[in-house]
């Protein structure tokens, strides 16, 4: 591991920025698929190196695993998908009014593979965190998630990568950037071993900065 990085969303002045203190999380979570980076939450809950109520998982696709290991642990679920609304406003309503439901007040993107509509966005700005596998504001954008990331790294000769944790704003992973996790390339490295150890980053890096939030040491906007 080279190190750890943490922006100064906390030095900027005045309100918006002024949330400042210990923040009592009641965390919302959108995944498509596998949703280890929810299992990591989970645990670290479990192991109280977190502090925070894990109150709904939502999932674009019924057949997630992110759907197993919310129930195993007790979180409520609701498949929410354009297959249960096939309007876009309809959607983007029903996820807003099911994460209000649940008295969210952060929401956590982990693996989601859609953009969030923009009226859940407005409601929670500032208040929506997503983990990509790379070091932003370098690979990143439309197009660029899972193996792809890691290839462009490779190709790129980069010397490190990383995971980046960022506000989520109407851009793909264009929003502030909240805290970065970075590690060495290896020689020899693949998309696929540069994948994995990546992985092993953001199962620490969104545990250690949801603790961070909560302990008031990084402070959101709005
Ligand atoms: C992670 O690599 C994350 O960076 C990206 O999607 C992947 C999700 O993995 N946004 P998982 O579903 O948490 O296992």
């Keep these: 591991m080279v190190g750890d990085v943490t922006t100064s969303l906390m ?3 005045g309100p918006p920025y002024a949330k400042k203190g210990p923040m009592k999380l009641r965390l919302g979570f959108l995944a498509s698929h596998v949703g280890s980076n929810l ?7 479990r192991s109280g190196r977190l502090a925070a109520d894990l109150c709904v998982v939502i999932c674009n696709n019924s057949r997630a695993q992110a759907f197993e290991r919310a129930r195993r642990a007790g979180i409520a679920t609701r498949h929410l998908s354009s ?3 096939p309007s ?3 959607l983007d309503a029903a996820i807003l009014q099911t994460l209000r439901e649940h008295e969210v007040n952060l929401i956590v993107l982990a693996g989601y593979m859609r953009k969030l509509g923009g009226r859940t966005l407005a409601h929670y700005r500032g208040r929506v965190l997503n983990i990509h ?6 690979f990143g954008g439309p197009g660029m998630y899972g193996a792809r990331v890691h290839e462009a790294v490779i190709a790129a000769r ?10 989520v704003t109407e851009e793909y992973d264009q929003g502030p950037i909240v805290a970065q996790r970075r590690i060495a390339l290896l020689p ?3 998309a696929e071993s540069l994948a994995a150890r990546v992985l092993e980053v953001e199962h620490a890096l969104y545990p250690d900065t949801l603790a ?4 008031g040491e990084i402070a959101l906007l709005g």
């Design 83 to 85: 297959h249960t609304h």
């Design 188 to 190: 020899g490295d693949t």
């Design 133 to 138: 596998p790379a070091l932003l504001p370098k």
């Design 88 to 90: 876009e406003e309809a």
């Design 11 to 13: 030095s900027k002045p």
């Design 212 to 215: 961070r939030i909560a302990r």
């Design 39 to 45: 299992q990591a939450i989970i645990d670290a809950c």
């Design 158 to 167: 980069e010397k490190e990568s990383g995971a980046t944790i960022h506000l």
